[in-house]
């Protein structure tokens, strides 16, 4: 079997209301599709969402290294899947949402090949667990309103984006857990936003709200400051800016900085990455991962999800990426029913892509 081309797609999907956290407010999404095609008449499917202010690649550098990648992967065999992915990192640096892109295809491919799906091929033991539902920042009352519809839609896991203002943030969640009592685990993602000492503070505030983890409370470059407020304070600290490759998830954990790291696919740059950071975290005697995403469509959220149902360490589900969007270009991988995801048992990611809409929703870069 043999690549004989690597299309992309990019697009610009409508959201249904802005998405706030504390360094950045998304308006409209941008996502790239990435097919892999087989001179066998098989293709897979991958999505890149380049993140300048997480993985350092604009949009425009991502199509520009999309086809980079391209000519150094056509004419070779697309199941030797980790061989590829190695060979992604062999020349070029970085960049991880393109590679994630053709991972995910490149996996796609195999468990087409090999009429399986994915999270099969990966060892999967389980196919239905809870995600949670993330509240962006917004005015206090507003965010315990979206709190109370997500749980009666169903979710048991509210994650709140905090890091704007300790007293606003402390009003957010007291507003928050009123309207959905103690019954609802809730976790908060600072996205960097505080030094350690101020991170220790809040948290300690925060102790009555009984979260169940926090991630990212300072910066990314901040090893020794995660570490600090680790030792300091009773909940779980999760690293996410902080950690990309497995490189990083080693040292972090190694050092006892993190009681774990949150693995996304965009930052990792794919399936294989992803794996090897599980396992990292597993042999370092983390207390758990978590999978999350950026805003993303059911096409990366699959494969996270594949991912997420073959390895027992990740605990903490974090993939809501596409409830923002007004419509998306695919269908199916999984169902979400009351907060959980269930995977669906058709071949490699079992999603189905439709192309009118990748043509309607198409994305010029000026
Ligand atoms: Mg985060």
Known sequence: MEIVDIRFYPIELPMVKPFRIAYDVTTRSHTIYVEVVTDEGI???GEAVPTPKITGESFGQAL????FLKRHLVGRDPLRVRELEAEMDRVLRGNSSVKAGISMALYDILGKVLKAPL???????RTRFETDMTIGIDEPEAMARDAQRFVDQGFRVLKVKVGEDPDRDYERLKRIRDAVGYGVRVRIDANQAWSPKQAIRMLRRFERFELELVEQPVPAWDWEGLAVVRRSVDI???ADEAVH?????FELISVGAVDGVNIKLMKCGGIGPAVTIARVAEAGGAEGCMIGCMVETRLAL???????AAHPIIR?????GNTSLADEPSTGGYRLEKGEIVLE????????????KLEKYRYELS
């Open 345 to 356: 048992d058709k071949p490699g990611l079992g999603v189905e892509v439709d192309r009118e």
């Open 316 to 320: 903490w589900i974090d993939l809501d």
């Open 43 to 45: 293709s897979g499917w």
């Open 245 to 249: 490759s497995p490189h990083e998830a």
């Open 64 to 67: 520009a290294n999309l086809e």
């Open 302 to 308: 699959a494969a996270a999800a594949h991912v997420v």
């Open 236 to 238: 779980p600290v999760v």
């Open 119 to 125: 999270y099969r091929l990966l060892g999967g033991f």
